[in-house]
T-cell receptor
Framework: AQSVTQLGSHVSVSEGALVLLRCNYS??????LFWYVQYPNQGLQLLLK??????LVKGINGFEAEFKKSETSFHLTKPSAHMSDAAEYFC??????????FGTGTRLTIIP | EAGVTQFPSHSVIEKGQTVTLRCDPI?????LYWYRRVMGKEIKFLLH????????ESGMPNNRFLAERTGGTYSTLKVQPAELEDSGVYFC???????????????FGPGTRLTVL
């Protein structure tokens, strides 16, 4: 069965520093891949997605992710963290059906 | 355009009681999904409606959970009787019915936090 693994349930970075949230997937065939963000008291919001085509995907709020088939990874990055980026981030995959499969989430804290 | 809405936002009940969660999808969305996140765990799929029909209910934990979508609009998820392990956040999502050859982006509601004491 397909799955995603997020390394680090909590990540802290200083304001202005690089944000790197890790996600690895397990699938014999490249799946669709997503990053969702949940701000406090809000629903899950799609940050970006990889379906086909270009492997470097740009999303909202300056985030981007690169699909690397050789590493089965889809890490999320942002060059410079902002206080408003504090939230919980979820990597997810979709393959062959309508069910999203999520990782356990990474809570991002921004240090002033 | 209104997003996916869920009611209530929070519910605290005692073990053995019944709770009904409601989800209103985005207008015109044929697909409706329920997911659940138990504390500290991943968000897990529960079931998928296409209009009023259950397309996939493979994630439903047991027969204490009953989901309905009468008329193909809003959906309810009833837990009866509730157990301690049912505590968690229940998310609803909806998407357009573009067909299986197209990717249907799922739009999520804010979730209902259920606490069973």
């Amino acid at each position: 069965a397909q799955s995603v693994t997020q390394l680090g349930s909590h990540v802290s970075v200083s304001e202005g520093a690089l944000v790197l949230l890790r996600c690895n997937y397990s699938s014999s065939v490249p799946p669709y891949l997503f990053w969702y963000v949940q701000y406090p008291n809000q629903g899950l919001q799609l940050l970006l997605k990889y379906t086909t085509g270009a492997t470097l995907v740009k999303g909202i709020n300056g985030f981007e992710a690169e699909f690397k088939k050789s590493e089965t990874s889809f890490h999320l990055t942002k060059p410079s963290a902002h206080m408003s980026d504090a939230a919980e981030y979820f990597c997810a995959t979709l393959f062959g059906n309508e069910k999203l499969t999520f990782g356990t989430g990474t809570r991002l804290t921004i240090i002033p | 355009e209104a997003g996916v809405t869920q009611f209530p936002s929070h519910s605290v009940i005692e073990k053995g009681q019944t709770v009904t969660l409601r989800c209103d999808p985005i207008s015109g969305h044929d697909n409706l999904y329920w997911y659940r996140r138990v504390m500290g765990k991943e968000i897990k799929f529960l079931l998928h409606f296409v209009k009023e029909s259950k397309q996939d209910e493979s994630g439903m934990p047991n027969n204490r959970f009953l989901a309905e979508r009468t008329g193909g609009t809003y959906s309810t998820l009833k837990v009866q009787p509730a157990e301690l392990e049912d505590s968690g956040v229940y998310f609803c999502a909806s998407s357009l019915g573009l067909g299986r050859s197209s990717y249907n982006e799922q739009f999520f509601g804010p979730g209902t936090r259920l606490t069973v004491l």
